[in-house]
């Protein structure tokens, strides 16, 4: 079991760096990043020309529901268009960090969008 889920997260990885081939932030448009694990989702704005983290949000925040399900993702990335327009940040760039494009990751990419981030 241990190795299939090490077989199944590899997969993960390589296809993760072939998006990060064509998927590339700069300050005008910075890259949104995902990462979920077991217990809990990340999401940060990065611009990848300077290598900065620009806006960083994730379940870890209090004020936030615990878990990575989709309603602790809408909440995430409801908190990440907020920040993001404090900082005068209005387009990004998506990477769904090699995970498909459903559930967990799909409800915090349009929760994104609701809150104002354009991709």
């Excluded at 925040?61 to 989709?70: E, M, Q, R, T, V």
């Excluded at 920040?83 to 559930?103: L, N, S, T």
């Amino acid at each position: 079991m241990a190795q299939l889920i090490r077989e199944r997260e590899a997969q993960r990885v390589k296809r993760h760096r072939r998006i990060r081939q064509k998927v590339v932030g700069t300050l005008d448009h910075p890259r949104l990043s995902v990462y979920k694990s077991a217990r809990h989702l990340y999401a940060q704005l990065i611009d990848d020309l300077s290598g900065h983290t620009l806006v960083y949000v994730s379940t870890l925040d209090k004020a936030l529901g615990k878990g990575c399900n989709i309603e602790a993702a809408k909440s995430v990335g409801k908190l990440l268009a907020e920040r993001a327009r404090k900082e005068g940040i209005k387009k990004v760039v998506f990477d769904r960090g090699g995970y498909p494009y459903h559930g967990v990751v799909k409800a915090l990419a349009e929760s994104a969008r609701e809150g104002g981030l354009v991709f």
